[in-house]
């Protein structure tokens, strides 16, 4: 597994959504619902931000701004950071250690693909080194 379309073939590409007029306690509540740390937010089909744990952290809680009367457009990142499903895990690794971020949604030709978090990087690294380990060690003790 080295790339991105590895890891969404692995993991899935189920996308959960929401609308930036959404209320920021419905975003939270659907992220609970769902276990997961991002909605990609979408307005008339077209992705115009991401909405995380860290957004709510920083420009809802600690500005003591409400939930219940926040929209999620007032607390959205904007500029988001895309990958495609081509580019490495080395490549999802450096933009997410560089920009400190941990969702990135996966683009191509204009259509959003899926997501991926820090979550599913690392545990991709980690089945390829343990992939490496077991072939070197069968390697050693002759059992190919």
């Known amino acids: 597994m080295n790339s991105v379309r590895d890891i969404l073939q692995s993991k899935g590409n189920e996308v959960w959504s929401i609308d930036p ?53 007032e607390a959205m990142t904007e500029n988001v950071l895309f990958v495609r499903p081509s580019q490495t895990i080395e490549d999802c690794m450096a933009l997410m250690s560089a920009k400190h971020v941990r969702h990135l949604p996966v683009m191509e030709n204009d259509r959003l693909m899926g997501v991926i978090s820090i979550g599913d990087v690392v545990k991709a690294v980690i089945a390829e080194k343990e992939l490496i380990i077991e072939q070197l060690t069968n390697y050693i003790t002759g059992n190919r």
């Open 21 to 73: 007029d959404s209320l920021i306690f419905d975003a939270l509540k659907l992220m609970a619902d769902k276990n997961i740390g991002a909605l990609v937010v979408f307005d008339k089909g077209s992705v115009v931000g991401i909405f995380s744990e860290r957004d709510y952290a920083r420009k809802v809680f600690l500005q003591g701004k409400s939930s219940k009367e926040t929209a999620v457009r």
